[in-house]
């Protein structure tokens, strides 16, 4: 690939130096073989398949990253119809029950998941967590 790239661009200086009488005198490409020519246009079809495959999923994002977790946890991930009244952030609950209520509350910044001290609603103090052994613990212990 590299060298066919080098040709290309001495073809390219070549044409530029000569100037007007570039038709009269550079020499037309070399034709490679057709069998070639076919196999790489099909490596090209399916590297554009690849791409568009790729293009076409979801992005990923930290809040489907905790999604996955809590799923794999067996928690539910709910959202809340309240935002944090010091950053603005939608809240979240992650808890093991089924009728939604106790666990944990948090939101979610960038790539950082900050959970709400425990009991505490008005002006709660929330505190990074990580997605380990630890949150597990205060969500068994509720």
Not at 40 to 67: A, H, M
Not at 98 to 113: A, F, I, N, R, T
């Amino acid at each position: 690939m590299a060298r066919e790239w080098t040709k290309g661009m001495e073809t390219i200086n070549l044409a530029l130096d000569l100037g007007d009488d570039v038709t009269a005198h550079l020499p037309p490409p070399e034709a490679g073989s057709v069998k070639t020519l076919a196999s790489s246009l099909r490596e090209g079809t399916k590297k554009v398949e690849v791409v568009k495959r790729i293009v076409n999923e979801e992005p990923i994002t930290f809040r489907s990253v905790v999604e996955e977790w809590c799923e794999e946890q067996g928690l539910l991930f709910i959202p809340l119809k309240e935002a944090d009244l010091g950053s603005g952030l939608p809240l979240f609950r992650l808890t093991a029950r089924g009728d939604g209520k106790g666990g944990v509350v948090v939101y979610l910044k960038g790539d950082v998941m900050y959970a709400r001290d425990a009991g505490k609603k008005d002006g709660a103090v929330f505190r990074p967590v990580g997605l380990d052994e630890r949150l597990l613990l205060r969500l068994e212990a509720k």
